[in-house]
């Protein structure tokens, strides 16, 4: 079906000029395509479909990670859709909620991440679950009671990255060489053990803030502040920040039934196998048909640079410069600074989803509107066109390959937020959700949080306030597709 637009007639410009109507129109009429599958789910809380379900979650509270959903939400998913056996793949896997929450239900399940932080934490976590001692475990108490990294007389390095450069008081500074450098007279298991609290704790005892799209500073760090100095507030001590996030991990181990697994009864569990790089280098080389459900939450299209919000983790586990650059551009497009990958030199395969792409009127017209607004300079950023096109032909591609490795009737699940720029709300659920039916997925639901979240300060000062839809998706794949 063609869906025509308003056109605004321009001498200065030839080609068809959309305007915040125009395209609010359209997305109107794609809207009405899936209306009868777009479903106000109540039971899909905030709490769900975030971190927060997590945070007096056991072992998933350990480190906050903010972009997570809960393992309640895993949980409620595989019960709801039915999903009690076969093979589960996260292409997104973070710290590994998916995983974690699948195998604990008896599932197997494979996760893929790029990111260094993720896959720490995701190894230390296997590691505590499949080899930690009650030798090991009497240490890590130690540790939590005793303090001996202050009694260290000698340090280690810590790795510092330019955004990272005073992140740290220098009292702190130097109580995490002292820990890095303790922590190598223990064993693998322990020393696994104290460097993920290590690295849960950064965070809260340095003078920075994960605040989204970058990581914000506190007026205490001498570094040069904008108009409005941040104060971050109380700075917890190194020493009683690790020690209570150790006792917290030893907590959670010691437990028993749902509160902890290490002096617990063993409970039949499935297997989990990290991949570790980009999923649009991996996902290809996985078999088809493999899976029999996907759940997942990729990175927004909103200008969020994970590889600065958690640069005091990587540059913790050793990431320099080069390499923090090189995992920016990694990464599925989601940031400004992304450049544009070359899809096609990088699978030939991927055609199709290069069309599917191309053939979506929503998409389209969005980048159309996106391009006269940076013609115009009317953007905050000039890289924001690139950033959506990047990210929704990426999206496409990765479609494509999660509808190949699943099987006939296995079911995609992903949680996503719709975004708004230059005044346009985009879609994300209709776009992906149109173009996922053009690679042979069937959009059985759209499941809408009862509540919607607002738009930046800066777009509601410029443009009004627009509700913005949160989704999980449910799409399945139909028999014959590949």
Not at 37 to 60: A, H, M, P, W
Not at 258 to 277: D, N, V, W
Request: proline share 4%; charged share 25%.
């Amino acid at each position: 079906m063609v869906i025509e637009a308003r056109v605004i007639d321009s001498n200065s410009d030839p080609q068809k000029r959309w305007d915040i109507d125009a395209i609010a129109a359209l997305d109107s009429r794609e809207f009405d395509r899936f209306e009868d599958r777009i479903v106000v789910e109540d039971s899909l809380t905030r709490n769900l479909v975030s971190f927060q379900g997590n945070k007096t979650r056991s072992f998933y509270r350990w480190f906050k990670y903010k972009e997570a959903f809960s393992a309640q939400l895993v949980e409620y998913l595989l019960d709801q859709y039915q999903i009690s056996d076969g093979c589960i793949l996260d292409p997104f896997a973070g710290m590994g909620t998916t995983l974690f929450a699948a195998t604990s239900c008896g599932l197997d399940a494979d996760g893929i991440e790029l990111l260094p932080v993720g896959c720490e934490i995701i190894r230390a976590r296997q590691r505590l679950e499949c080899g930690f001692s009650e030798e090991d475990f009497e240490r890590l108490s130690h540790w939590a009671s005793a303090q001996p990294w202050k009694d260290a007389t000698d340090a280690r390095p810590l790795n510092v990255l330019r955004i990272t450069d005073r992140a740290y008081s220098q009292e702190t500074h130097s109580a995490i060489k002292q820990y890095l450098c303790a922590l190598e007279n223990e064993s693998e298991n322990t020393q696994a053990a104290l460097k993920l609290a290590l690295l849960c704790v950064l965070e809260s005892v340095s003078f920075t803030r994960k605040d989204g799209q970058y990581l914000r500073w506190d007026y205490r760090a001498g570094r040069r502040q904008g108009s409005r100095p941040f104060d971050k507030g109380h700075i917890l001590p190194f020493d009683s920040a690790i020690s209570s996030k150790l006792a917290e991990i030893a907590q959670d181990l010691a437990g028993s039934g749902e509160q902890g697994f290490l002096f617990a009864e063993p409970t039949s569990s499935g297997r989990l196998q990290l991949l570790e790089g980009s999923c649009l280098d991996i996902m290809p080389s996985l078999p088809t048909e493999t899976y029999r459900a996907i759940i997942t939450s990729p990175p927004y299209c909103n200008r969020y640079d994970y590889t600065r919000t958690y640069a005091l983790e990587l540059a913790l586990l050793g990431v320099e410069e080069k390499e923090l650059s090189a995992l920016r551009q990694q990464m599925l497009t989601c940031t400004v600074e992304n450049r544009e990958k070359d899809l096609l030199a990088a699978n030939p395969a991927w055609s199709d989803p290069i069309a599917a792409a191309d053939g979506n009127p929503l998409l389209q017209a969005i980048l159309s509107y996106l391009n006269q607004q940076k013609a115009e300079g009317r953007l905050n950023n000039n890289g924001i066109p690139r950033m959506v096109r990047g990210y929704f032909y990426e999206m496409a591609c990765i479609i494509a390959e999660c509808s190949r490795v699943l099987v006939p009737g296995g079911r995609l699940i992903m949680v996503n937020d719709n975004v708004r720029y230059a005044g346009a709300s985009v879609s994300v659920d209709i776009i992906l959700s149109g173009i996922a039916e053009r690679l042979g997925m069937k959009v059985d639901n759209i499941l809408v949080l009862p509540n919607g979240k607002g738009n930046s300060s800066q777009q509601m000062g410029l443009h009004g306030r627009d509700e913005i839809r949160k989704c999980v998706y449910v799409w399945s794949k139909l028999p014959g597709s590949l």
